[in-house]
């Protein structure tokens, strides 16, 4: 057992080290899968250790960096990021973006790519609507659950 925390241990330190945000190993009978997102899971043999990672440091102005904008409109929901990197609105430079302001798009359609660890990843639209708002500029660096988007269900 503690060959597998010692493992572990050296895996998690690897992630920190390298900015890894997921990782999967198997090794004979040992099975381990790591996934950054906001605070480091473990599971290993069937049982799951939780190492929390630090808070992320507050931006200028004393709020965090992810923090939801206040949105005046109840009827606006923010379309967050579901992992860390960096965002693109469209899939090249020379490209049109995805959506923009006013765009309608239908759920699963794609909005966004976020790159992590040089993997282009699209980010897709949770239901039908109507962007009502872009929160983040091109080649921005994106945190765990930052809002992204704000829409209007519709």
């Not at 302001?101 to 976020?114: E, P």
Request: hydrophobic fraction near 45%; charge should be negative; charged fraction near 25%.
């Amino acid at each position: 057992m503690s060959d597998s925390i010692e493992k572990i241990s050296a895996l998690l330190a690897l992630m920190k080290e390298n900015d890894i945000v997921e990782l999967e190993l198997e090794e004979g009978e040992f099975s381990v899968a790591l996934r950054k997102q906001g605070a480091f899971v473990a599971q290993a043999m069937g049982q799951v250790q939780t190492v929390m990672a630090p808070a992320p440091a507050p931006a200028q102005g004393g709020v965090p960096a992810a923090a939801a904008p206040a949105v005046d409109d109840p009827g606006l929901e923010p379309i967050k990021s579901p992992i860390v990197g960096t965002f693109y609105r469209a899939p090249s430079p020379e490209s049109a973006p995805y959506v923009q302001q006013g765009d309608t798009v239908r759920k699963d359609s794609v909005i966004c790519i976020i790159e992590a660890m040089k993997i282009m990843n699209e980010i897709r639209a949770e239901a039908d609507g109507v962007i009502e708002k872009v929160l983040v500029e091109s080649g921005e660096p994106v945190e765990y659950g930052q809002p992204l988007f704000l829409i209007r269900r519709g």
